[in-house]
Each structure stands twice: as structure tokens, then as C-alpha cells.
């Protein structure tokens, strides 16, 4: 193979592990971005930020770790995914400094609806106080940002909403928890891979249906 035909073949096996290196960034930022928007429920504003932070840091530590790429003969998988690690280290590590999402001091039950019977409120406390009441549980991810911060928002919003623990006032109505339970929204399907007491079987669902109208009327 004369000189010029290696150059050429040099080139071109550059290119293909390049282009696999960067189809393997692409994946992971796709997958990451997917994670924290629909599962974990972090904004997509601060998710893309969060992305951004991370394909940027990646990119610096690549060319402080092995240089120019293309000095380097192109970029590699292995690179990749050793500069992609090393920046996500700095990156989580960073926010973990960002004290929001942190106080989990629960207020206290101010009000509570006039319950049916208790088996009404078992079932509204499995399936809803754990982010419609004062009775939140944080267990210790719940400290883990950028975890911490979907998850305060998102408890914040449902105390807004409606909270069984200050009712007065936050109250609801039967007619929207049940529209809420029947449609697959509540509780969310993202809440209940960690909280198996909260999948509800088809007749608890009717059972909490029916108890929340002799409550609330309606």
C-alpha cells in the first residue's frame, strides 16, 4: 500500500470511530435527557442545561485528557465514554452544593376532609399524601439533586392543588380526583415504580372513587 493509500485509510478508520464515538454521545444525551424529563420530572429548561453542562465539560476533558482528536487519529468510544464520566462526576458533584430541594420539614395538618370511614382515608393516603398532604415521606434520594429539586417542585405544586392535610384551604372536588384516577394521571405512573402501595387494583380504585364522593359529595 503506497503512502497516499495508507493516508487515505488512516482517514477513514478515524471517521468510522468518530462517528461511532459520537452516535454512542448522542444515545447517552438523548436517554439522559429522556430520564430526567418523563421520569424523574425535572424541567426541561434546567435538564437541557444540565445537558449542556455536560457535553461541554466532556468536550474540555477529551482534549485535556488525550488532545486534539484529530492529532489523535479521531475520536474513540472508549475516550468518549471516559471524558462523558468524568465530566458527569464534576458536573453532580457541582450541584450537589445547591442547598434547594434539601428542607424537608413537613408542615404541620392544619385540616382534614370529613372522611367517610377510615378505609377512605387508607386508601387517599396510599395513593395521594405523598405529595397531597403534610404527611410527605423523604426517603434519601430525596436529597440527591437534581432529584431534589423535581421533587420539591412537584410536592409544592400538589399541596397547591389540593392538600388533604390543610383542606380548608386547599380543598377539591370528588368530580376531579375521580376524573384524575380513571384517566391514568394520578397518581402518575412514575410515582408508583417507587411506591408499590400506591398501585391501586381496579376495585380499590372504585372503592376510593366511591369513598371520596360520600366525602366530598357529589
Known sequence: ??????????????????????TLAGLAAAAFAVAFI??????????????????????????????SPRRAGGITVGRTAMAGALATLVVFGA???IPYGRDH???????????????TRELAAAACFLCHSND?????????????????DHILTARDTFNFSD???Y?????????AIRDGRMPPWNFRLLHPEARL??????????GMRATLGG
Not at 40 to 65: H, K, S
Not at 137 to 149: C, K
Not at 171 to 179: D, F, G
Not at 202 to 209: D, F, M, S, T
Open 1 to 22: 500500500m503506497s503512502e497516499p493509500e495508507r493516508a487515505d485509510d488512516d482517514l477513514r478508520q478515524a471517521a468510522r470511530r468518530s462517528a461511532a464515538a459520537l
Open 38 to 67: 418523563v421520569i424523574v420530572g425535572l424541567g426541561p429548561g434546567l435538564t437541557f442545561a444540565l445537558l449542556a453542562a455536560l457535553l461541554v465539560l466532556a468536550a474540555l476533558g477529551y482534549r485535556v485528557l488525550f488532545g
Open 95 to 97: 450541584i450537589q452544593a
Open 105 to 119: 420539614t413537613n408542615p404541620p395538618v392544619v385540616s382534614e376532609p370529613a372522611w367517610d370511614s377510615p378505609r
Open 136 to 152: 410527605t415521606q423523604w426517603p434519601g434520594y430525596t436529597n440527591i439533586a437534581p432529584i431534589s429539586w423535581a421533587l420539591t
Open 167 to 169: 383542606w380548608e384551604d
Open 171 to 179: 380543598p377539591t372536588s370528588a368530580r376531579l380526583i375521580e376524573a
Open 201 to 210: 387494583t381496579v376495585a380499590e380504585k372504585e372503592e376510593l372513587i366511591a
